[in-house]
């Protein structure tokens, strides 16, 4: 193959890319931007669904939440993400059922390596277990795991796996003490524009 043949395949390349960089820029926009602050659920739902977020039964996300790669998001049945919330499906992320997660809460599955020379870029899964009550403002780092039935305090800053049934605060959080670990409920919240 010659040269000038060679320039135009990496050409129509790059033009492809950009094309492709532009519509994926421009559905997460439509997403973030017009979808969520659409006052009614089952609207948003739909959106959610037809692109790749995998919803529980009676699962919701609240208004202004912002959504990062949904295809790589999962959450489980009647959990409920509040307003103005973070989503990071990156590095692939795993809410279970029954977790309440509080409004202005951050969940973040990317990084970059600090002593990379090049300011690396990498990903880490979160995966928060069932009965999981995450407070107002909380930050999920990357490669964390909440296990069940856990309490993280309003402003903490999770980075790591926490004990079943743990309460944590702080940040960094720690753990302050247990939750019951008896407890066994089903959410059942549906407001109307929220
Ligand atoms: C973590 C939490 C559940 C603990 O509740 P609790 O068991 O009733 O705790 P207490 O109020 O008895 O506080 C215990 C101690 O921890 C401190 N504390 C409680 N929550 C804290 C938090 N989020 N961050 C830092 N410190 C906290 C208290 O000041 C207290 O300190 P002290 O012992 O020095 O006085 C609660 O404080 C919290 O963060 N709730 C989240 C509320 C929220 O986000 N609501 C929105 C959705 S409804």
Redesign the pocket.
Known sequence: MNRKRLKQIKDSNAVLKIGFEFITSFYAWFLNYIVAVIPFWCVRKFFYKISGLKLGKDARIGLHTRVIRPARIVIGDRTII?EYCYLDGRGGLQVGDDC?I??YTKIITASHRVNSLEFSYCENSVKINNLV?V????IILDGSLIEKGC??????VIKGTTEPFG????NPATK??DRNPNIDYKLDFHPFFR
Do not use: H, V
Not at 151 to 156: C, Y
């Open positions: 509040n309440s509080s409004i009550w407070g107002c403002e909380a309490i993280i305090g309003a402003g903490a309460i944590y605060i702080g302050i003490r």
